[in-house]
């Protein structure tokens, strides 16, 4: 199965403890945190594409996929051409200046060899961002959302979601 970091948005409080922690294992950080107009931050790293373009351009076959779904780049087989950047729907890859080739998120394709967590997932203080099993994670997050619901409509309150679908509650 095919882990990923899933980013909650509405719970990142911009501290970028992300972005220090992916510095202090990789030298420079491979995630970066914007802010939006004051309104949200959102931290972004490689997506990890199940069908990643930066992959197929890759001449030299820099980048494959790990066992654990991760895109990752082997530095010896890099030749900087900036391919993978130029086709990644993100912008994620970046040119190593100082070595002459690409730079992106791994995952921390070593802690997890230690089995430990990518960096940036240990040091978030607001669990915005999490690791694991895709399908995992998205019934966790679907239960979460049920549970809402039903908290809602307890309490009296119909969920905006389902009151834009015309539901209005249970006469009793």
Known sequence: MAKRILINLGRCIYCRACEVACEHV?????????EYAEIMAIPLNCR????APCI?????????????GAVVLQP???IGCMMC????????????ESNKIMAKCDLCKSRRERG??????TVCPAD????????????????LVVEK????????TVPPFLASMGFVGKSR
């Open 26 to 34: 990789h030298g420079r950080s491979r995630i970066r945190v914007f």
């Open 48 to 51: 990890h594409c199940e069908k």
């Open 56 to 68: 197929e351009v890759c001449p030299t076959r820099a980048l494959y996929k790990d066992d654990d």
């Open 76 to 78: 010896l087989k890099c």
């Open 85 to 96: 950047a130029i086709v990644c729907p993100f912008g994620v890859p970046e040119l190593d």
């Open 116 to 121: 430990e967590l990518p960096a940036c997932v």
């Open 128 to 143: 915005a961002l999490v690791y694991g099993d895709v399908e995992e994670l998205m019934v966790e997050k679907k239960k």
């Open 149 to 156: 619901v039903v908290t809602s409509l307890r309490e009296g």
